[in-house]
């Protein structure tokens, strides 16, 4: 990743109601999650929960896919990864320790 995509995702991430959707969206895992189910979840308006996945997704954190007429989004790993590989680069003085675990798609 390239410092101006760890910026967007760092400002993405910036917000609490984002940060929560994010969130879910990992603990969903690879199933991912409708709006709807997402709405109901967490208690958003669906207005507010569209502003916050479209920034999410203009991240480049969520993906988006289209099954019949619902739209399922994901935490997009890879991405998450590499914003986890930028903050943690020079962890520990370079040593490998526990914090540089990458996380892969859920079954963590």
């Known amino acids: 990743m390239n410092e101006n995509d760890i910026i967007k995702a760092l400002s993405a991430l ?3 109601v984002r940060l929560k959707v994010f969130r879910a969206l990992v603990v969903a895992g690879e199933p991912g999650m409708t709006p709807g189910v997402l709405q109901e979840g967490l208690e958003i308006p669906a207005t507010t929960l569209s502003f916050h ?5 203009n ?3 969520v993906n988006i ?3 019949s007429r ?3 989004y994901r935490a997009a790993y890879e991405q998450m990864n ?3 590989d ?6 520990c003085s370079g040593n490998e320790c ?3 675990q990458k996380v892969e798609s859920c079954g963590c």
């Open 86 to 91: 930028y903050l943690t680069e020079n962890c």
């Open 59 to 61: 991240a480049g954190l």
């Open 53 to 57: 996945l479209k920034e999410l997704a």
């Open 98 to 100: 526990e914090i540089t």
């Open 65 to 67: 896919e289209r099954s």
């Open 82 to 84: 590499g914003l986890l």
């Open 70 to 72: 619902n739209l399922v």
């Open 14 to 16: 910036a917000h609490p």
